[in-house]
């Protein structure tokens, strides 16, 4: 691995055309499953949407983002207490894993190997890009991709050779994330100075001024992510956790 990897590292969200060769991406998701797990159970499954009218179904989920239409390739990491259970059930081993500790638990697995794909496939000279809308529509993505009991969408990667670099994203200084010992609340003037990387960002003044706002949290929290969507979107995916089993 390159010294210099995560301080080089971009989301790529346009890609060509080219596809990955299968046996490639299965050598990625097999070094990924490697990743850490609760008790070796590898709480998690991936499914790979690669056809070309099966992908724009999928995009049309994620709001058609330029990564999930250009990308080749589309991978959709499930929370899978599915698989365990049913080998608990042939082995007449009584199971109780349909339940939020459970979701936790699976939820957990899937990330850690989601971000092991990502790390793999961009050290192999892939780029890649988390779709973050696999929760809004999550019951969609779902009956899309025929998910059963106990299986659930938490993770969606664009996976391609990239077309571009990518852009650079700025990052929160280790003193707003650091904590010595216990966790220290910092005072607003603390805040302030934080959070001022993302303020005197140009982009970012321009999306201020593109939504008529005063400065950039209220574009997160009133724009991009609102209470109204937030709860929405908690409605619908914890609606979502009960029909799968994981919520009863």
């Not at 991406?25 to 709480?43: H, R, V, W, Y």
């Not at 890009?129 to 106990?150: D, F, Q, R």
């Not at 077309?163 to 302030?192: M, Q, V, W």
Request: glycine fraction near 4%.
């Amino acid at each position: 691995m390159s010294e210099n990897y995560f301080l080089r590292r971009r989301s790529c969200r346009n890609f060509k055309s080219d596809k990955i060769d299968r046996n490639v991406l299965e050598d990625i998701i097999f070094q990924a499953s490697k990743a850490p797990t609760c008790g070796n159970m590898q709480l998690y499954s991936v499914i790979i949407t690669e056809d070309s009218d099966n992908k724009v179904k999928l995009a049309s989920y994620h709001y058609n983002q330029p990564a999930s239409i250009s990308a080749p390739i589309l991978l959709t990491i499930c929370a899978d207490f599915n698989r365990f259970t049913r080998w608990c059930e042939i082995n007449h081993a009584k199971s109780g894993y349909n339940n939020f500790h459970s979701f936790i638990t699976a939820l957990t697995d899937a990330l850690i190997f989601a971000q092991q794909i990502v790390t793999i496939a961009e050290q192999k000279g892939y780029g890649t890009c988390y779709l973050g809308t696999v929760t809004y529509n999550a019951k969609e993505i779902s009956e899309l991709l025929k998910l059963p009991e106990l299986v659930v969408p938490v993770a969606s990667l664009a996976i391609g050779l990239p077309a571009e670099d990518g852009e650079f994203t700025e990052r929160l200084p280790l003193k707003g994330i650091i904590h010595n010992e216990i966790y220290s609340s910092p005072s607003e003037e603390e805040i302030t100075d934080i959070f001022n990387i993302h303020d005197k960002n140009p982009e970012n003044k321009k999306f201020i001024k593109e939504n008529l706002k005063d400065n950039l949290a209220q574009v997160f929290a009133e724009v991009r992510y609102p209470k109204e969507m937030n709860e929405k979107v908690s409605e619908t995916f914890l609606k979502l956790l009960k029909e799968k089993g994981f919520l009863n």
